[in-house]
């Protein structure tokens, strides 16, 4: 887990279209579905943890993460 139980991580993404039939796409059965960019997608995980969650680890490891992550 990358944070705290019960922390949020938010970001806002642009919402390019709708469908109101799936074509047979997606079981009715998921309900609402979203679909994300990947490309987008991981850069957001990315910025996530090398600007918020990295913070919250103790000095000694962040140069360890860092390249980890990276």
Do not use: H, Q, W
């Amino acid at each position: 887990m990358l944070s705290a139980p019960g922390a949020m991580y938010a970001r806002p993404m642009t919402m390019v279209t709708t469908y109101s039939n799936s074509n047979g796409k997606f079981p009715t059965a998921y309900g609402n579905v979203a679909l994300l960019d990947c490309n987008y997608f991981l850069g957001y995980i990315y910025d996530y943890l090398l600007n918020d969650y990295i913070n919250t680890l103790p000095i000694t490891e962040r140069l360890a993460f860092r390249l980890a992550v990276l």
